[in-house]
């Protein structure tokens, strides 16, 4: 049969405003958190994690924050640059090992 | 650069056929992980390797199969090859393969099968 290709969540922002990725995770378990950034023909890049025992962490121009109340995980990006435009995942891993479970991915658009 | 290498870019081939990708971790990782990217079902876990030993498996086929060898370099072998294997194919490293070390990613084998 045909395949479907997954309909991304789009989010488009002006230069220079900032932007906020949302991701919801689906394991209480989970214990480590990972946001990575693909650009087309390239591999996920790491930018920021956090623990599940903060709720803040600080990166350069990127915030992440930890809601474990609701599974709620954010990624922000100040002063957005036309370099931010790409797909950006947010990734779960527990305890029990390194294996890292993935959203579907929000595809970040940046106009100049 | 995030010193994970992958061979070859792209490969192309046709049904029933067998080949193997390539991968070379961050210098001083000791654990190589294997992702499949597909269009309908995202970034998808296969199986990890630390230090030459099976770790963890995933959602892997049992037409494919992997290894880690003594230099820490690992092979993914993907055999008689479907129409629905096309996909990109990921490595990625960590330290010690852990929880809580974060993994860095080549930029992938895209596979097409014709």
């Known amino acids: 049969g045909e395949s479907v290709g997954l309909h991304l969540p789009t989010l488009s922002v002006q230069e220079g405003d900032n932007s906020i990725i949302n991701c919801a995770y689906s394991n209480s378990a989970s214990d480590y958190f990972i946001w990575y950034k693909q650009e087309s023909g390239k591999g996920p890049q790491f930018i920021i994690d956090i623990r599940s025992n903060m709720d803040k962490r600080q990166g350069q121009r990127v915030t992440v924050l930890l809601n474990k109340t609701v599974k709620h995980l954010s990624l922000q990006i100040a002063a957005t640059q036309p370099g931010d435009s790409a797909v950006y995942f947010c990734?779960?891993?527990?305890?029990?090992?390194?294996?890292?479970?993935f959203g579907q991915g929000t595809e970040l658009s940046v106009k100049p | 650069d995030s010193g994970v290498t992958q061979t070859p870019k792209h490969l192309i081939t046709a049904t029933g056929q067998r080949v193997t990708l390539r991968c070379s971790p961050r210098?001083?990782?000791?654990?190589v992980y294997w992702y499949q990217q597909s269009l309908d079902q995202g970034l998808q876990f296969l199986i990890q390797y630390y230090n030459g030993e099976e770790r963890a498996k995933g959602n892997i086929l049992e037409r494919f199969s992997a290894q880690q060898f003594p230099d820490l370099h690992s092979e993914l072998n993907l055999s008689s090859l479907e129409l629905g294997d096309s996909a990109l194919y990921f490595c990625?490293?960590?330290?010690?393969?852990?929880?809580?070390?974060?993994?860095?990613f080549g930029d992938g084998t895209r596979l097409s099968i014709l």
């Open positions: 210098s001083g990782d000791l654990s």
């Open positions: 990734a779960e891993t527990d305890n029990q090992g390194g294996k890292l479970i």
């Open positions: 990625a490293s960590s330290v010690h393969g852990t929880a809580g070390q974060p993994q860095h």
